[in-house]
């Protein structure tokens, strides 16, 4: 009989083209990868990876199989939801992910409720980029995510997924405490011409929604300084090398050296859980995203969406 975890390995490798990006979509080692697809091959008896350079190929074999593979895990994952939507219990393994801020804000009190509430529940969960999250829930890596978008940057959801608006949350922009325009109640991206920023990394969202912002503002980005920790943002900018955007959610503590200004057009993103519309039955998924929920209503300066 075949393994099903063995057939998820080799899925992940068909689907991501390689054992590294397999393990790193399955949130293992590319060892662990490895010798999952050595026991299907002992188990099946044929020979499914090839070398190819660098890299490796899939055999006809593991082509055939991880077609099948992909039918086999679409009808566990259908058949479980029913089964637990029939028992109406919230149990069994779930798997949340969230980006770094709604890791911090959100996700504590979440957990503690759902495992308060729930004891039989497994909870998993990892922290990803947005688009890396979406990917993830579409593919049935992860069962339900926490994403975000910009207002003025929406991104698209994929088919097949549903969609719960959590909250609304504002940004703000971070100046050194001796700014000329530090004492402000509002500045404006047209204010900050000509200024350093400090942003997140290239390839994460904030940072590509940084650069057009300001761009659509009329101001050339002059990044000066890279980190991914807001808290690190917040130590540049209060020595003085640049201007950051911060969002509210998940903030740590403002240094002294540092004035939040509020951001005229507001600077406003959507906060919303995601899930595969297939898996909508299963309790375990509703209760997440009630617990989402609750969470957000923790915050009563915090706009909440839906009962």
């Known amino acids: 009989m075949l393994d099903l975890q063995r ?3 080799l899925h992940a490798v068909a689907t991501y083209g390689s054992v590294g990006a397999a393990a790193d979509a399955m949130m293992v080692t590319p060892s662990a990868i490895s010798q999952q697809l050595a026991k299907l091959e002992r188990e099946t008896g044929a020979v499914l990876i090839e070398r190819n350079g660098r890299g490796i190929r899939l055999t006809d ?7 099948h593979a992909d039918r086999i895990l679409a009808m566990v994952e259908t058949a479980e939801a029913d089964f637990e939507a029939l028992r109406g219990a919230v149990v069994g393994r779930l798997s949340v992910g969230a980006f770094p801020t709604a890791a911090r804000g959100l996700m504590p009190e979440a957990i503690r409720l759902l495992r308060e509430r729930h004891p039989e529940l497994e909870l998993v969960m990892y922290e990803r980029e947005p688009e890396r999250l979406t990917n993830a ?10 994403v975000q978008d910009w207002f003025n940057q929406p991104m698209a959801v994929p088919s097949g997924l549903s969609k719960s608006i959590l909250t609304d949350d504002q940004a703000d922009v971070a100046l050194p405490a001796g700014h000329p325009l530090a004492d402000r109640d509002t500045v404006q991206f047209s204010d900050l011409a000509g200024e350093r920023w400090i942003s997140s990394s290239p390839g994460t969202v904030c940072h590509g ?12 980005p002059d990044i000066r300084c890279m980190a991914d920790e807001y808290a690190t943002q917040f130590a540049l900018v209060a020595a003085g ?17 540092v004035r939040m200004v509020a951001a005229a057009p507001q600077l406003t993103r959507r906060i919303y859980a995601l899930w595969r519309t297939e898996t909508a039955r299963r309790p375990a998924v509703r209760a ?9 209503r923790q915050d009563p300066s915090r706009p909440a969406y839906g009962t």
């Open 209 to 220: 929604w940084l650069m057009f912002t300001l761009r659509s503002a009329g101001v050339e």
């Open 241 to 257: 090398q640049g201007c950051a955007v911060v969002p509210r959610l998940g903030r740590c503590e403002v240094p002294a050296g």
């Open 288 to 296: 997440a995203v009630d617990a989402l929920r609750h969470a957000v």
């Open 7 to 9: 057939l998820k390995a």
């Open 137 to 146: 829930v579409s593919r049935g890596e992860i069962d339900l995510v926490v």
């Open 61 to 67: 074999a593991a082509g055939l199989l991880a077609d």
